[in-house]
């Protein structure tokens, strides 16, 4: 009895799971996390097999320690039984007026080339008339929200992309390092598996000489294709964490041809 009373109280916790979940998706062994916590191992360790509880400032800091995003730190606090530190405003709620205002106002401004917005996951929150055109011809059914899903399992994708095999090597490898911020995240994996997948069907063949600077995504058209460069900007100066998962993702044209035809789009709309 005394055995099994001692195994029941060192059974790994919701807290200890999810430490570990966090620290090994960081690829960070328990001395690496004690070392840049300010904590000693063995304590790691009792708070990983359950032996020990940590203290409120104890998740913060070992969060902070793997630089979780602001998502991950509050999931580790609820494991651990403590309420959220971040708030998650709903994007339509008046806390987050002044930043629908910012995105708008940047979006009207880069019109009438495309321009959307997404969240940590790549789930479409907002686009303006050019990008939703480009996005209708990737999806003429509407039912993906998802931009990765949307390139990666679409089956008119690699059709529409001319350059098909190479954005999605390049988008694997920054999705990878999303995956890897967020600390093993099963929606990032899972969309990785989809890029996989689309990769291997589709096997990208590095050129053997010097590489260009310039990775475009490339729509096919029946005259030209259209050839745009991507700009990714993200809010750095809150702590709600809906504003620190948004994305805006801002497309140039890189040859006249796609500058003329987006000009067009913008008068007809």
């Not at 790994?12 to 966090?22: E, I, Q, S, V």
């Not at 959220?84 to 806390?95: F, M, T, V």
């Not at 969240?119 to 999806?139: E, F, M, Q, S, Y």
Request: aromatic content about 6%; hydrophobic content about 40%; some cysteine.
């Amino acid at each position: 009895m005394q055995q099994t009373q001692t195994a029941q109280a060192i059974r790994p916790t919701n807290f200890a799971n999810a430490l570990r979940h966090y620290r090994s998706g960081r690829r960070m062994s328990q001395l690496d996390l004690a070392c840049i916590s300010n904590v000693s191992a063995r304590h790691v360790s009792f708070l990983e097999s359950g032996r020990a509880q940590p203290s409120r400032d104890m998740v913060l800091q070992l969060a902070q320690g793997m630089v979780l995003p602001l998502a991950a730190r509050n999931s580790l606090l609820q494991a651990a039984g403590f309420v959220p530190a971040y708030p998650a405003s709903p994007l339509d709620s008046e806390a987050l007026g002044p930043f629908r205002a910012v995105l708008s106002e940047m979006m009207a401004k880069h019109a009438p080339n495309p321009a959307l917005v997404c969240d940590r996951h790549w789930n479409l929150l907002d686009a303006n008339p050019t990008a939703k055109v480009l996005i209708t011809g990737l999806d003429p059914t509407g039912t993906e929200s998802n931009l990765i899903r949307l390139l990666a399992e679409q089956p008119m994708a690699p059709d529409l992309v001319a350059n098909f095999p190479q954005v999605v090597h390049e988008i694997t490898a920054r999705l990878q390092l999303e995956a890897l911020e967020a600390g093993n995240d099963p929606i990032l994996q899972s969309m990785l598996q989809s890029l996989e997948r689309a990769s291997k069907a589709h096997p990208y063949k590095p050129p053997s000489g010097q590489r260009s600077p310039v990775m475009p995504l490339i729509f096919k058209t029946p005259t030209e294709p259209l050839s745009f460069l991507s700009v990714i900007a993200h809010f750095g100066t809150s702590e709600d964490v809906t504003v620190r998962d948004l994305r805006l993702e801002l497309f140039f044209p890189t040859d006249d041809h796609t500058r003329a035809t987006m000009a067009a789009l913008g008068e007809q709309g």
